[in-house]
């Protein structure tokens, strides 16, 4: 039995789910989402809930159950509030700006890092912060991740691109050694 599969999905006012086959479509004013379900569970759509019917019973069947769950009352929530990463960088001339819907970054390479973010996906820059919104939660943190790659946090000064409230454990230097 799954815990989470068991609560039902709040659809918020002005958001619109819909079952056509296997295929799950939520649309709301942030944009459309379209998922398909596993045929392991099943979706019953009523009055400003919807809840998950496991087919069968198994434990493959109980951990779909809830993941089934999850997976729809994201797109619920994404449709409806949007989601949102934040990503902080540190370093000198570590610098980034939008061109259009382009993120420029300048890393300390020896060129300029152009990102194009996924369809759906907006970037914001504000001093040393850039922010990653959309409607998918999973493409916000799949893009977020893209760009912290390029410039991963190092373990001994803290430079590079890591998310907001990450702590990154940092590490001693070389010590001199004296001789005598």
């Known amino acids: 039995m799954s815990r989470i599969g068991k609560k039902?999905?709040?659809?918020?006012s002005g958001v619109?789910?819909?079952?056509?086959?296997?295929?799950?479509?939520?649309a709301g004013p942030k944009g459309t989402l379209v998922r398909t379900?596993?045929?392991?569970?099943?979706?019953?759509?009523?009055?400003?809930?919807?809840?998950?019917?496991?087919?069968?019973?198994?434990?493959?069947?109980?951990?779909?159950?809830?993941?089934?769950?999850?997976?729809?009352?994201?797109?619920?929530?994404?449709?409806?509030?949007?989601f949102?990463?934040?990503?902080e960088f540190e370093g000198i001339g570590f610098r980034?700006?939008?061109?259009?819907?382009?993120?420029?970054?300048?890393?300390?390479?020896?060129h300029p890092v152009r990102f194009s973010p996924p369809e759906g996906i907006t970037v914001k820059t504000e001093k040393q912060t850039i922010?990653?919104?959309?409607?998918?939660k999973e493409t916000v943190g799949m893009t977020?991740?893209?760009?912290r790659h390029l410039k991963e946090p190092e373990p001994y000064k803290g430079k590079g691109i890591r998310y907001q409230g990450e702590i990154?454990?940092?590490?001693?230097?070389?010590?001199?050694?004296?001789?005598s």
Do not use: C, H, Y
């Not at 779909?64 to 997976?71: C, I, Q, T």
């Open 8 to 12: 039902p999905i709040i659809i918020p």
């Open 16 to 26: 619109r789910v819909s079952l056509v086959g296997r295929v799950v479509t939520v």
């Open 37 to 82: 379900l596993p045929p392991e569970v099943d979706i019953v759509i009523g009055e400003g809930k919807a809840d998950m019917v496991p087919v069968g019973m198994s434990r493959k069947v109980g951990a779909f159950w809830g993941l089934a769950r999850s997976l729809v009352a994201n797109m619920v929530q994404g449709v409806a509030q949007g």
């Open 84 to 87: 949102e990463k934040k990503l």
């Open 96 to 110: 980034a700006a939008t061109e259009g819907n382009m993120l420029v970054m300048s890393l300390g390479f020896s």
């Open 131 to 136: 922010t990653i919104a959309g409607a998918d």
């Open 144 to 147: 977020a991740a893209a760009i």
């Open 168 to 179: 990154v454990r940092r590490k001693a230097g070389k010590k001199a050694v004296t001789s």
